[in-house]
């Protein structure tokens, strides 16, 4: 174990400038001290049994101690690392922290881009089906989905295309090269979830796991970076501004944001986010997921996503 002192010089404000968080290293990692990241964005630190919660007046986040499941600000997002004691403190992760976290909580340590241009990612098509259900199967959902996000992107002003736009397959590997060639400012993919286990439904988003940390569903770190590596900060943002929309507007089960390691988010040319709408595996759901109504309220709930991604571009 080490204990160090790490400045945040990223905080455009002078307060926070010269702000000093305490880390150590435990197992090779880098934690920070929550009461420090209290103290950072002027929060109460209050650690109970197994749980530790930092407040104020309209945020609340619940940190779990070993166990990578947290909510922030009422949304439930899997860090990297489990939250972990220290002594007698609670630490998290610095990666966590500086990667999820800060660029969730706070627009200013999300690095400036341009947000106009779009690129949506039916996921499957053609011959490759995806997910089936009893009634449908995911290609035609994400399909239907990706026309109506279209529709409302462009009413908001965003210049929208898509992997494909009609029910043909288009290899994975040729989706994120599309987005590059034709210069898009983010890359949204649109999928349903399948499991064994009909009784599990949800929404779930995905980013890509930063170098040298695990997918949510692995506990071994990927350690070389990726093209969407670049974009850890916005993605992060993204991937939380889009989930809380859409969980908010159909009260939709909230499985999480989650990290991955798919070859879409891997080699994404800008920020990106892969979304799970619900689970073809679940009657109820897959009912809701296959309907007009349902699939308008998502495509909206998606886009005001969006609007607040590009208004964090400007905190
Ligand atoms: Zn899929």
Redesign the pocket.
């Known amino acids: 174990m080490a204990f160090g002192l790490f400045l945040l010089l990223l905080a455009p404000s002078p307060a926070r400038a010269a702000f000093k968080m305490r880390s150590v290293t435990v197992n090779g990692q880098t934690y920070v001290f929550l009461r420090d990241v209290a103290t950072y964005y002027a929060m109460r630190y209050a650690p109970q049994k197994g749980l530790t919660v930092l407040s104020s007046g309209r945020s609340r986040l619940d940190f779990t101690i070993d166990k990578r499941e947290c909510a922030l600000c009422g949304v439930t997002v899997h860090l990297s690392f489990a939250p972990t004691v220290w002594q007698t403190e609670t630490v998290m992760s610095e990666r966590d922290f500086l990667l999820l976290l800060d660029p969730i909580l706070r627009g200013a340590a999300v690095p400036k881009q341009k947000v106009s241009r779009i690129m949506l990612d039916p996921?499957?098509g053609g011959r490759d089906v995806?997910?089936i259900g009893k009634l449908y199967q995911?290609k035609t959902i994400t399909l239907a989905l990706s026309r109506r996000l279209t529709e409302k992107l462009e009413k908001y002003g965003y210049v929208v295309n898509a992997t494909r736009t009609s029910d043909v397959e288009v290899d994975l590997e040729r989706r994120a090269p599309l987005a590059e060639n034709w210069r898009a400012d983010l890359f949204i993919s649109l999928?349903?979830n399948l499991t064994e286990a009909s009784e599990v439904k949800g929404v779930e988003t995905f980013l890509v796991a930063p170098e040298g940390t695990p997918s949510t569903y692995s506990n071994s770190p990927k350690v070389k970076s990726c093209s969407g590596n670049r974009f850890d900060k916005q993605n992060s943002r993204l991937a939380y501004e889009v989930h809380r929309s859409v969980v908010a507007a159909v009260g939709a089960r909230d499985r999480g944001i989650k990290h991955a390691q798919f070859a879409v988010l891997r080699s994404a040319p800008c920020p990106a986010a892969l979304i799970e709408i619900g689970f073809l595996s679940n009657r109820d759901e897959e009912k809701r997921i296959g309907s007009a109504d349902h699939q308008d309220k998502i495509a909206a709930a998606i886009a005001a996503g969006i609007v607040k991604y590009r208004q964090s571009m400007n905190e």
């Open positions: 996921g499957h995806g997910g995911e999928h349903c």
